[in-house]
């Protein structure tokens, strides 16, 4: 049972934590990945275009 226990207080933990770090709104990492692509396909575009 305290394992159980532990297991389900675990998962807990990591389901917080990746909401806080990956998912947290305008400051998480999911949307600087986001950016960093979209700045990414924007310039190579550009690229293609100048050629």
Do not use: P, Y
Request: charged residues 10%; proline residues 0%.
């Amino acid at each position: 049972m305290r394992n159980i226990l532990m297991t389900v207080m675990m998962l807990i933990v990591v389901a917080l934590l990746f909401t806080n770090i990956i998912n947290n709104g305008s400051t998480g990492m999911r949307t600087n990945i986001q950016t960093k692509g979209d700045s990414a396909n924007t310039d190579i575009t550009s690229l293609k275009a100048g050629s």
